[in-house]
């Protein structure tokens, strides 16, 4: 009895590493572009003027809306969203579990998974998007289900495998053609006359060729106009948008893999590492080829190289093994095994931190290492050896002094910004935790089992209360239904508003309000999908931009001034934002927490304690051709 409750020690430490890790901050990101789609289904008079449907959305290609908007008829989104988050996490790490299974050795399986839990999962250019994520897309649900069909594919039951990809393509088809290239690379593999595959795009030529949508995109090239807008807003699907730094996060990976297929020898592990790295090669030649050199607009909305997330998962799987590998083969200093872990900690993509230009560094001493050690002395070893633990300490202390700014930068506000988890997200920390967390649970004996098993229940159970880790704000907008719509009575349906932010969310005019928003970079993210979103979108953002400025000015001075009224908007950028042009309509209504003259209505909200900020509604109609300077 004592043992069966051990055992399940190290599964209650990986929920709440899960839970604590990555807690649920509200609908932001992408959740708020699905968000707007299943509000769009179900109201879609309010929506029809919204930039991100104006000209049609990517929700023609999945369908995860839908079933948004199914279950926002009978719930808050607040509620909907927190829960759905939970499950496709959990469904990821699920499935993650279950392919591990197949191909990694029984007893690097559940390390493997901690690895998981603790590395970071981004993954392309400047961070934005990662596996797993701690925040309700479809993605999280497809990439499960996209793991599940490659455990499948190495078990060779490849009907149902071809059944997972398939519902993991009407979820998220990028996601699920990512993995579906894994694992035909998988079956090439074992067995070359898998490549007759290829001819299987042959028809989809056929179907451009006839112009069947949206194949016609395969041969439609983004013409120069578009080309810019999408440079300027969506850089990250363009590998020429890419950093140094978004490629040594690349290059990383790319030796991490490499480093597995030469560990494993002729095993699965090495097979998967091989399929993988395949994959990403093939995903970014793709993209090179057919959207940075060609232009086409199909490719560039199948985002190729998005296979990138499957090969940063599996590298970040295959790190214990590497790490005891070398760990039990080298002598003392055992400089290799930490350049290995400078690699691994430094080459991960943490935001706005360009720590994995350091790794490259790393790299090539690790790769020569072998051949180099026997003439290089041993106090030499040793200072090598510290530098490498120097820049992981080093890495450290810039990542605290980063994630220290964005805590101040939020006023110091633990319900806005969870500054422990921020600190924790640097992995060389966490991973020192849990391998310590590990040898005790190794060690123990007797009733002290009985206690860490019931210490890490309680820390399950701490991090599931705090899981739930939205600012006030976000419960407030998140609690909003159409019954209780803000301004409703002033503002008819159909209308847009436009109501700047820090976050630049159209949260508040879509939840809030019920009405379509008139511009937020966020609302442009379909524009590889449709030309017609990006050249709106454009002139949109020509027309909001002046006011943005006066925005952001306005609210850096009132908030080092401590007086709401030191700085409001003046006519002449309202004038902008408000004056019909020959090609665009203004917005109806703008909302800011300024008092302006012509002010229709306030709502007024408390964010705790004594602290309320006032948002004032305007009719943009009252603003239009009337031009004076700014008053501050």
């Known amino acids: 009895m004592l043992d069966r409750m051990h055992r399940w020690t190290p599964w209650f430490f990986a929920a709440a590493l899960l839970l604590y890790l990555k807690p649920y901050t509200g609908i932001r990101h992408d959740a708020l572009l699905y968000l707007g789609q299943g509000l769009n289904f179900l109201h879609p008079a309010s929506f029809a003027q919204d930039l991100f449907f104006a000209a049609g959305s990517q929700a023609d290609y999945t369908l995860f809306p839908r079933l948004i908007a199914v279950l926002l008829r009978h719930s808050e989104p607040g509620a909907v969203f927190l829960w759905l988050s939970l499950v496709g996490r959990c469904a990821f790490y699920v499935a993650s579990w279950l392919l591990l299974r197949t191909f990694m050795p029984q007893r690097w399986a ?8 603790v590395m970071p999962g981004r993954y392309g250019a400047f961070s934005i998007f990662a596996y797993a994520e701690p925040f309700l897309t479809p993605r999280p649900f497809s990439e499960a289900l996209s793991l599940l069909a490659i455990a499948l594919t190495i078990r060779r039951r490849l009907p149902a495998a071809a059944a997972a990809l398939a519902l993991a393509l009407v979820l998220h088809p990028l996601q699920a053609i990512s993995a579906a290239v894994v694992a035909w690379c998988w079956l090439v593999i074992g067995d070359r006359r ?4 290829i001819t299987a795009v042959l028809p989809a030529f056929v179907f451009a060729a006839i112009g069947v949508k949206p194949f016609d995109g395969l041969l439609l090239h983004v013409d120069p106009e578009w080309w810019t807008v999408i440079r300027a807003f969506s850089s990250q699907t363009l590998l020429q948008g890419w950093n140094p730094r978004d490629w040594a996060i690349v290059v990383t990976d790319i030796y991490l893999l490499h480093l597995l297929m030469g560990h494993c020898g002729d095993s699965a592990m090495s097979r998967i590492a091989k399929a993988s790295l395949s994959a990403a090669l093939i995903g970014l030649a793709l993209t090179g080829v057919f959207v940075d050199l060609l232009r086409l607009q199909l490719p560039l909305a199948l985002q190729f190289w998005r296979t990138l997330w499957v090969a940063h998962w599996v590298a970040m799987a295959g790190l214990p093994l590497l790490v005891a590998s070398e760990w039990q083969t080298e002598a003392a200093p055992k400089v290799r095994t930490l350049l290995l872990l400078a690699i691994a900690a430094l080459g991960a993509s943490l935001p706005r931190i360009p720590l994995p230009l350091v790794a490259l560094a790393f790299i090539p001493l690790h790769m020569f290492w072998p051949a180099m050690s026997h003439s290089v ?6 200072l090598l050896a510290a530098v490498a633990l120097a820049a992981i300490a080093g890495g450290l202390v810039r990542y605290v002094i980063g994630s220290s700014m964005v805590f101040d930068m939020f006023g110091g506000d633990l319900s806005r910004v969870r500054h422990d988890v921020i600190l924790l997200g640097f992995p060389a920390l966490t991973a020192a935790l849990v391998f310590a967390a590990f040898v005790v649970y190794r060690r123990v004996n007797g009733n ?3 206690a860490t098993t019931l210490s890490a229940a309680l820390l399950l159970l701490a991090t599931g209360i705090q899981f739930d880790s939205r600012s006030q704000w976000s419960r407030l907008v998140e609690s909003h239904s159409a019954d209780g719509y803000v301004f409703a009575g002033l503002v008819r349906p159909g209308a ?3 109501w700047p932010s820090v976050e630049e969310s159209p949260l508040a005019p879509w939840l809030v309000m019920g009405r379509a928003s008139y511009f937020t970079p966020g609302q442009m993210a379909g524009q590889m999908f449709n030309r017609e979103t990006s050249i709106l979108g454009l002139k949109r953002f020509t027309q909001v931009e002046p006011i943005q400025q006066q925005f952001t000015y306005c609210l850096t001075l009132n908030a080092m001034s401590g007086d709401d009224n030191a ?7 309202l004038s902008h ?4 042009r020959e090609d665009i309509e203004p917005p109806d209504y703008f909302v800011v927490p300024f008092r302006q003259k012509n002010r229709l209505s306030s709502w007024t909200v408390r964010t705790g304690g004594n602290s309320a900020t006032i948002f004032h509604l305007y009719r943009c109609s009252d603003f239009a051709s009337k031009e004076a300077s700014a008053h501050v």
């Open 567 to 573: 700085c409001w908007l003046g006519d002449e950028g």
């Open 577 to 580: 934002l408000c004056t019909p």
């Open 496 to 498: 847009t508003v436009y």
């Open 194 to 197: 898998w490549l007759w595959c």
């Open 448 to 450: 002290w089992r009985i």
């Open 377 to 382: 002395s041993h106090g030499m070893r040793r």
């Open 110 to 117: 559940f390390p493997a998974l901690l690895a998981l839990l």
